[in-house]
């Protein structure tokens, strides 16, 4: 008999785990607490969709190549009814900049190097209607989970077993109804707004969570280019993403003509957090960034809706097996955001969500023990999960470290070691040598779409070598590669405070 399993959450983890435990012959229910999706097309979806359940729902997302590669592999069929749907496919051949054009040529790797373009309503849309078809599977919207349910055991050696054996549910429309939902395994995708932490610590789970803020918030516009203009070109000396220190911005483009604008601050940038609320001075702010001007001209796009933000950014990591005196925690698995969240300004959630759904497929098809269950699924998700939720963390200290020098016009470009020295030159060279070398590039962006381990390219011996030879010119030279056009902080305050 197949064993039947419960999905808490239906975002775009919660789905790809359905669907993939299904694919298995798994007996899966999701449950979602908000509504479906409105009939019609990504337009009604994104401006009528309520999805209260997921605060980032309407703020941009970026779909690389790690999830890419899942759906072109996996599930060519969604591919084509997205791209159908408006979604479009930005290979690595087209993220080429047009100074390196000349170095190209196709390389063994290069199809797992690209993007899909669309907004997070969009993919989820037709996401969640390709998941509904599936034989096995149900989707029950509006209804909240408000509790689990545990049993309580003594193993052998002594330590409890928790085993979750279901879910208590409430209707959305009538709180006082409650019923309860039995699983075999209960699969908690739940996203940012996860309970189940709270709820097994209270029944006895021994769960460790590592919590570090990265103090920021971001904001976040949708444009619409205008009837016959195209998106403009990549440009390498005006990029349409960077970080000014005091700001961190980026162009998200969508689909059927959409992209979306976000402007990151630092929590303390009060003057500007304040300011970048206002559509007026959001635009001016961007109007004041070189590589975003083309976007947001009046000739070329029109805004779809009012800035927006979100806040409470953290990178949370959790264990629910720290260690060998931890009360035994079987057939409850969390995925995704509810497991491992990074800053969502890197755009690595749904690929990383998407990663950690079929990896715990894989564990559950091919182990049938509860308790080698959880630990195989522990070890996939060290090996593929955290190297990924450390690059992001060690990026989210950086960006604190640089804001609070922009704030106190301090450089971080001083040396107080030889090894710090060699740290900054080498940045910098390789900061360089991708801008004006295509190997390099190629590199860097095989661990931007998570194709490989951060990092990983570095082992490439030509280069290495190439960063060493660019470190040879010197770090001012290199330094330049950097540099980004733009106001500075000062001027950008007293810009925006001059707007009434």
């Known amino acids: ?68 590669s899942v759906l072109g592999e996996k599930y060519p069929d969604l591919l084509d009814e997205l791209l159908a749907a408006g979604a479009r496919k930005l290979t690595f051949e087209d993220m080429v900049p047009d100074h390196l054009a000349d170095q190209y ?3 063994a790797g290069d199809e797992k190097l690209w993007m899909l373009l669309c907004r997070r309503a969009t993919i989820e849309t037709v996401l969640r209607h390709y998941v509904a078809r599936e034989p096995n599977l149900r989707i029950q919207s509006q209804t909240y ?19 979750v054996t279901g879910l208590e549910l409430t209707d959305r429309h009538n709180q006082n109804t409650k019923s309860t939902h039995s699983a075999d395994i209960i699969v908690n995708a739940s996203g940012r707004a996860d309970k189940f932490y709270q709820w097994l610590q209270h029944k006895g789970a021994d769960i460790v969570e590592q919590r570090d803020d990265a103090e920021i918030v971001y904001y976040t516009r ?30 998200f483009p969508g689909d059927n003509g959409h992209f979306a604008i976000i402007v990151c601050l630092p929590n303390e940038e009060t003057e500007l957090r304040e300011a970048v609320k206002d559509g007026d001075k959001f635009n001016q702010i961007c109007m004041n960034i070189p590589g975003l001007v083309p976007w947001i001209t009046p000739a070329a796009a029109t805004p779809t809706t009012a800035p927006f933000g979100i806040g409470e950014i953290h990178a949370v990591w959790r264990d629910y097996i720290p260690s060998d005196e931890s009360p035994k925690l079987l057939n409850y698995f969390a995925v995704g955001d509810a497991a491992a969240r990074t800053n969502p300004l890197y755009g690595r959630g749904c690929s ?13 098809s091919s182990e049938s023990d509860p308790w080698q269950r959880a630990l195989a699924f522990k070890a996939k998700t060290e090996e593929e999960i955290r190297p990924i939720f450390n690059a ?8 604190i470290k640089k804001a609070a020098a922009a704030r106190e016009g301090r450089s971080l470009d001083r040396a107080k ?41 570095l082992k490439d011996k030509r280069i290495r070598n190439t960063v060493f030879r660019y470190m040879l010119r010197g770090r001012k030279k290199n330094a330049a590669a950097r540099i980004q056009r733009s106001a500075s902080r000062d001027e950008m305050i007293k810009i925006v405070g001059e707007l009434t």
């Open 1 to 68: 008999m197949n064993q039947s399993i419960a999905v808490v959450g239906a975002g775009i983890c919660g789905l790809f785990t359905g669907l993939s435990l299904a694919r298995q012959g798994f007996d899966v229910t999701l449950f979602e607490r908000d509504v479906p999706p409105p009939q019609g097309n990504a337009e009604e979806a994104f401006f009528s969709w309520q999805r209260r359940g997921a605060a980032q729902f309407r703020h941009p997302h970026a779909f690389l190549g790690l999830m890419c």
């Open 105 to 107: 040529q196709p390389e």
């Open 145 to 163: 989970v408000t509790d689990v349910i545990v049993e309580e055991a003594q193993s052998v050696q002594g330590k409890p077993t928790l085993t």
């Open 222 to 251: 949708h444009y619409a280019l205008n009837e016959g203009v195209s998106e403009p070109k990549r440009d390498s000396e005006n990029p349409s993403a960077g970080d000014l220190g005091y700001l961190k911005y980026g162009v």
């Open 352 to 364: 990383t969500g998407t990663l950690h759904a079929h990896l715990l497929s894989e564990v559950l």
């Open 392 to 399: 992001s963390l060690n990026e989210d200290k950086n960006g």
């Open 417 to 457: 070691s030889i090894k710090q020295w060699f740290a900054l030159a080498f940045g910098d060279a390789l900061v360089a040598a991708a801008k004006y070398q295509l190997h390099v590039h190629r590199g860097i962006m095989r661990t931007v779409n998570l194709v490989e381990k951060p990092g990983s390219f």
